[in-house]
Structure formats: C-alpha cells, structure tokens
C-alpha cells in the first residue's frame, strides 16, 4: 500500500509542471480556439478540421505551431478528409499557444506534447 502511495505521488510530482500548463491552456482554448475547433476538440465537418486524434497535429509539431502562430490557409488532409478554409494567426503570447496547445495534445487522444513558449516563439521567425 505505502508504495503505491509514493508511485502515485512520484507521478503528481512529474506530471504537475506538465498538468499546469494544460490546464492554464484550457482557459485559452475555451476562450479563443472553441469558436472554431468546438468543446470537443471534433471542428465541424467541411468547415473546421478536428484537433481531436489529428494526424496533422500529432505528426508535425512545429508544423501545428506555426499555423497557429502565422495563420494557415489553403488545402490540407487531416485525417483523410480535405479542408481548403483559413485561420487567421492567433494574437496571443508565446506562452498563452504553448498552453493551449498543450491542452490540445493532453486530450482527445492526441500524442500528449508539451509545448513550450521557446517551442513557439522558434515558429515566429
Ligand atoms: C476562426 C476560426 C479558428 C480559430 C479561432 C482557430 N482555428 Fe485552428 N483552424 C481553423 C481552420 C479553418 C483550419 C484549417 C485551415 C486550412 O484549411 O488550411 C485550422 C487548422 C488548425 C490546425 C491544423 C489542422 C488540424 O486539425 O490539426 C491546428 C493544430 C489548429 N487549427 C489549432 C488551433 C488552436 C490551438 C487554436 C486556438 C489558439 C485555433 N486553432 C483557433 C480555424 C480556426
């Protein structure tokens, strides 16, 4: 019993710079990229792509970044179905896209990235 106590609380400690950013993430995701991606990370078909298990996003950080950074327009595949639309780059500071993109990975069964705001501010460039 006493090591599972100390497993789990191994674990709290490990997780807890990982589980703050995700969930300061969460208020800016609720905030600004739930207008278009939706409460369930599922988009709308045909006119937002999904952010939930996204191929697009879980094969290519820095590609995720950028396009939240910059903006990203023009014809892309996730998950087999095609989007042509537009966002517009996202005003936010480094930090505020480090951790609502790591909100994004840390659910819907993404590959569980963290993001960091030096992660991003590589993409302003
Ligand atoms: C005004 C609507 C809008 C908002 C707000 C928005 N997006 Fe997007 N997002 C889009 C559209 C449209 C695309 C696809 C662009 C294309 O077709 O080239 C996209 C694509 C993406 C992609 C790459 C494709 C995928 O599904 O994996 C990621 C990652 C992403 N958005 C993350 C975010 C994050 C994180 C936020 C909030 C910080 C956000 N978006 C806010 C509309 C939006």
Do not use: E
């Amino acid at each position: 019993m006493k090591k599972y106590i100390f497993c789990i609380a191994t674990l709290g400690f490990a997780l807890q710079g990982f589980s703050q950013s995700a969930a300061k993430g969460k208020g800016v995701y609720d905030k600004v990229c739930i207008a278009c991606h939706q409460g369930t990370g599922l988009g709308i078909p045909g006119a937002f792509p999904p952010l939930a298990k996204s191929d697009y996003l879980n094969k290519d950080t820095s590609r995720a970044i950028k396009g939240v950074v910059k903006g990203l327009s023009g014809a892309i595949t996730v998950n087999g179905k095609k989007f042509n639309s537009a966002m517009p780059a996202q005003a936010l500071s480094d930090q505020q896209i480090a951790d609502a993109l790591t909100y994004v990975y840390a659910n819907w069964g993404n590959n569980k990235t963290v993001v960091s705001a030096a992660m991003v501010k590589a993409q302003r460039k």
